[in-house]
C-alpha cells in the first residue's frame, strides 16, 4: 500500500497547500467586493487574525484537530466551511492517522482504492468523500456513532439475566499463538488484573487445545478454546529449529478454479466438533513487521474455520493483530484488515491491535466480542 507512504502523503500535502492558498485568495476576493471597498484583507471586518495566518501554519493547525473540532471550525465562517471540506484534506489526514488506529470492523473499514489509486483534483473530488470516510472509520468517529441500547433491549437483558445461561464460547487459533516470543496465552492465565480467570475445564482436543473460562470485568464470564497448530512437544522443537510445525488442524483439498490450482483446507473431526458448538472466533495474528507473512494461507484457514457448513453464519470474528512487545515494529489494523481480506467475509469481525507482553487491547477486542456474540443470541 504505496500511498501511505511519506512520499505519497507529501505531494499530497503540497497539493493541499495549493488548493487552501487558492481558496483564501477566492474568498478575500469575494469579501472584498461585497464590501465594495479596495483594502487590504486585514482591513475588512469579516476576515479573522486565525484566516489570515500562512496556509501552511493553517494546515498545521488543522492536524491537532480532532473530526468533531474540524466539523465545528466548518461551521464558524464560510471560509473554514469550505476549507474543512476540501476531499483532498481529508484525504492527507486519513493516509496520516490511519496508522496509528487501533481497531477497525466490518462497518468501518476504508475501501483499498483510497491506498492505491493516484490522486488527482478532478478524481479525488468526484469518486470519493474522504470526509465521510474519515468520520466513519476512525476509533472516535465510530464510538460516537454507537447508538445505547433501546429500553426495551435493557429490558430483555435484565430478563435474560434471571435465567442461568450457558457460557459464550471462543475458539481462539492463529500463527500469532506460536510464533511471538510473548505467550499470549500464558499472559492471559496469570494476569488476573486484567483478566480474571475463573475456571479450568478438563477439555482436551486430540491434545492440541484445551478450555478455559475467565471473567469480563468482573461479571460476564466465558469460554475460550484454545486451539494449537500441533502438540506443544512438536512446536518447541519446531521453534527451536526455527523451523515450521506442521499444522495439523486442518486437512488440504485442491480446487481447481480456471486455470489456476486453489489452496482449500477443512479442519480435522476433533476441531469441527469445536466449530459447530462456540459462539464466536478468535484469530490471532502475527502482526510483527520484520517477519515475511502468507496471509492468502492465512484465509484460507480462516475460512476453514468460519465454514457456514459448521454452524451460524453470523457467528462474530475477532482478529487480534498481536506483536510481542510494545517497542516492536507492527503492521497497522487497517492494513492488517486488507491483508487478510477480511472484506470478503459476510459475517461481523473486528481487528483489535493486541500485545502480548501486556495485553494492551485485549479487553476492548473481548468487549467487542461479547457484544456481538450477545446480539446474534437475542436474533
Known sequence: MAAGGAEERGGLEATVWGRLRILRERWTRGVRERSGVAALPED?????????LPIDVQLHIMSFLSPQDLCHLGSTSCYW??????????????????PFWTSIDWKSLPDVEIFNKAFSE????????????YKKSCPQGRRSLKTSRPRYG????FLQSLVTQAEPRFAMFGLGLEELDESLVQKMMTCPEILLVAG????????????????????QKFNILTLYSTMSVERRRARAEQAVAVNKMFFQENN?????????????????KVCEVVDGFIYVANAEARKNHDRQEELARILAMIDPALGPPNR??????????????????VYMAHQLQLNLLHRPWMVQDTVAATLAGLLSGIEWLLEEADCKNAQ
Open 44 to 52: 475588512v471586518e469579516e476576515v479573522s487574525a486565525l484566516q489570515m
Open 81 to 98: 466551511r469550505a476549507a474543512v471540506q476540501d476531499p483532498l484534506l481529508w484525504r492527507c489526514f486519513l493516509l496520516r492517522d490511519l
Open 122 to 133: 478532478v478524481s479525488d473530488t468526484v469518486l470519493y468523500d474522504y470526509m465521510a470516510v
Open 154 to 157: 435493557a429490558m430483555t437483558s
Open 200 to 219: 479450568l475445564p478438563q477439555r482436551q482436543i486430540h491434545g492440541i487445545g484445551s478450555g478455559v473460562s475467565f471473567q469480563f470485568n468482573n461479571s
Open 256 to 272: 481447481v478454479v480456471g486455470n489456476q490450482q486453489a489452496v482449500h483446507y477443512s479442519v480435522i473431526a476433533q476441531v469441527k
Open 316 to 333: 462474530p470474528l475477532l482478529v487480534l493483530s498481536c506483536v510481542s512487545h510494545v517497542g516492536v515494529k507492527r503492521i497497522p489494523c
